[in-house]
């Protein structure tokens, strides 16, 4: 994993005072978090957050063995290992405990969604265009990953009841931190339902949960407009929950059931 602290030249936090964490879970799911230049990255720390971008077990670029430990095992070794990397950091004194995020996009969306169901470690998440009904992930799936949940969960007919066990969707009315999410409307990989029916649960239970969704947008957003608007959302977003002001001027993202 790679671990940024918070850092701006212009801003000293308080003597004693533990920054809040955001956790990265990457997408593919077997893709891969690097060291290389990430302006979003940059966003978060300069603002105050720490950020940990996790090389969960099933990442590619450590090997094989590495990389397999994610057969049959999405939504399992992903997860623990984000929330065992959250634990680690607050254990040495690196984040505030109270105050912990995860996000993710696509696969990574799926990896928050099952550790704030599944888990109580993180305070509020935020899922980007992310999986939460592997069944319909499945049904949907475009040729070329058209056997990946094979792999990622089991063959057919195994699978069903593994899909239920492991999808967010089926399991909503344990998920009660708050949650944002972002949605591409013409997305032909992960469909806009998968966030909506997580978004529909979540508001009907009185979960704090707000949702922005981008016209002409597919599976990651291309539109510079969109992507500030996106980051500026989740900040705000980020603001409303943990209760502290921004130095920024952004637009506030409405937050149903606040």
């Not at 955001?22 to 799911?29: A, D, Q, T």
């Not at 239920?164 to 806009?192: A, T, Y």
């Amino acid at each position: 994993a790679f671990h940024y602290a918070p850092a701006n030249r212009d801003f000293v936090a308080p003597d004693g005072e533990r920054p809040p964490l955001i956790v990265i879970s990457h997408g593919g799911p077997t893709g891969m978090a690097t060291s290389t230049l990430k302006l979003a990255t940059q966003f978060w720390t300069s603002r105050g957050f720490a950020v940990l971008d996790v090389n969960y077990g099933g990442s590619s670029g450590f090997g094989r063995a590495y990389q397999d430990a994610l057969r049959g095992n999405w939504g399992i070794v992903d997860v623990e290992d984000c929330v065992s990397a959250a634990r680690f950091l607050t254990k040495r004194g690196l984040a505030d405990p109270r105050r912990l995020i995860i996000r993710g996009g696509s696969a990574g969306g799926f990896t928050t969604l099952c550790a704030l169901a599944f888990h109580d470690v993180f305070q509020a998440g935020a899922s980007y265009f992310g999986v939460s009904d592997l069944q319909g992930l499945d049904d949907d799936s475009h040729k070329f990953e058209s056997h990946y949940n094979t792999y990622l969960i089991a063959p057919a007919p195994q699978a069903e009841a593994l899909y239920l066990q492991r999808s967010p969707s089926h399991h909503s009315d344990r998920l009660n931190s708050p949650m944002i999410f972002f949605q591409g409307l013409d997305d032909k990989v992960v469909p806009p339902q998968q966030s909506e029916i997580m978004v529909t649960a979540l508001k009907s239970r009185g979960v704090p949960v707000a949702y922005l969704a981008f016209e002409g947008e597919g599976h990651g957003f291309r539109r510079a407009e969109n992507i500030q608007r996106s980051l500026e959302a989740e900040l705000s977003f980020y603001a409303q929950i943990f209760g502290f002001d921004l130095a920024d001027s952004v637009d506030p993202v409405t937050i149903d059931n606040l």
